[in-house]
């Protein structure tokens, strides 16, 4: 059975044009790109995932530019 990440954005405010993304493994970023949605997955777990920490760190950018992250609670698999 295939398992798969997602992440959910929250909720922001002030005009929202479009979030970022970056997956974290065991502390470090392993993974980014733009964030499509919460039904699209964003990544698919391997064998050698088991045991490792996953994190989500979300970035929004408005009209002014980018704000400060927010980064999840980590996720052991």
Known sequence: MTQQLFGDVGLW??????YDYQLTRN??????????GKSTPLYTIQGSDVG??????????????????????????
């Open 52 to 77: 490792k920490v996953f994190g989500l760190i979300i970035t929004a950018t408005n009209r002014s530019g980018s704000g400060p992250p927010a980064t999840s609670a980590g996720v052991v698999v």
């Open 13 to 18: 405010v002030n005009g929202v044009m479009g």
């Open 27 to 36: 502390g470090v970023v392993f993974q980014s790109g733009h964030y499509q």
